[in-house]
T-cell receptor, first 113, second 113 residues
Framework: DGGITQSPKYLFRKEGQNVTLSCEQN?????MYWYRQDPGQGLRLIYY???????QKGDIAEGYSVSREKKESFPLTVTSAQKNPTAFYLC????????????FGQGTRLTVV | GQQLNQSPQSMFIQEGEDVSMNCTSS?????WLWYKQDPGEGPVLLIA?????ELTSNGRLTAQFGITRKDSFLNISASIPSDVGIYFC?????????????FGKGTLLTVNP
């Protein structure tokens, strides 16, 4: 079954702990993205990667880190430096070309207590 | 950076009514995409537009790519309860880092049976 898999669906962590969200794709897409969504807000770009071993900061990268060691995987770590980490996190992929269409995973809801 | 203004922010309509929402940009886009997000899920692509003036339908949905390349609209005809959700527009620029999408803040649609 092709697509984008985010895991887990729900994640609870204590304040001050780092946590890593998984995003795996088998669409053979070059570009991968992480977005954060808060209630009533749009999608805000955290990090993106257009090729393996390379990634760029988005609009709200502070307190987050990523890696892109494999084409299929783009994990996001929410560090203790992120002041307000509770949110819905969405991973997306596309072919990294003009006129491409982005596809999303089902999201991970992170709650920090 | 590029900004998209999506309106209205929310809509409350009766089943059977038609719906219209739009996005305007301060910049030119080469691709416009429309997504729908159900609660707790990732956005799903509804319609993709690639050419200025293009009018595309997908069932009860119709979207148009504005002639100026700075706007797009989405119409839903004869709404039904399952149309409830958040609708996002997204625009893609012409190249380099502009391949990544810029999203509107979304239109929350509520349909009363």
């Amino acid at each position: 079954d092709g697509g984008i898999t985010q895991s887990p669906k729900y994640l609870f962590r204590k304040e001050g702990q780092n946590v890593t969200l998984s995003c795996e794709q088998n669409l053979n897409h070059d570009a991968m993205y992480w977005y954060r969504q808060d209630p009533g807000q749009g999608l805000r770009l955290i990090y993106y990667s257009q090729i393996v071993n390379d990634f760029q900061k988005g609009d709200i990268a502070e307190g987050y880190s990523v890696s892109r060691e494999k084409k299929e995987s783009f994990p996001l770590t929410v560090t203790s430096a992120q002041k307000n980490p509770t949110a819905f996190y969405l991973c997306a992929t596309d072919r990294g070309l003009a006129g491409t269409e982005a596809f999303f995973g089902q999201g991970t809801r992170l709650t920090v207590v | 950076g590029q900004q998209l203004n999506q309106s209205p922010q929310s809509m409350f309509i009766q089943e059977g009514e038609d719906v219209s929402m739009n996005c305007t940009s301060s910049s030119i886009f080469n691709t416009w995409l429309w997504y729908k997000q159900d609660p707790g899920e990732g956005p799903v692509l509804l319609i993709a537009l690639y050419k200025a003036g293009e009018l595309t339908s997908n069932g009860r949905l119709t979207a148009q790519f504005g002639i100026t390349r700075k706007d797009s609209f989405l119409n839903i005809s004869a709404s039904i309860p399952s149309d409830v959700g958040i609708y996002f527009c997204a625009g893609q620029g012409s190249g380099g880092s502009n391949y990544k999408l810029t999203f509107g803040k979304g239109t929350l649609l509520t349909v009363n049976p």
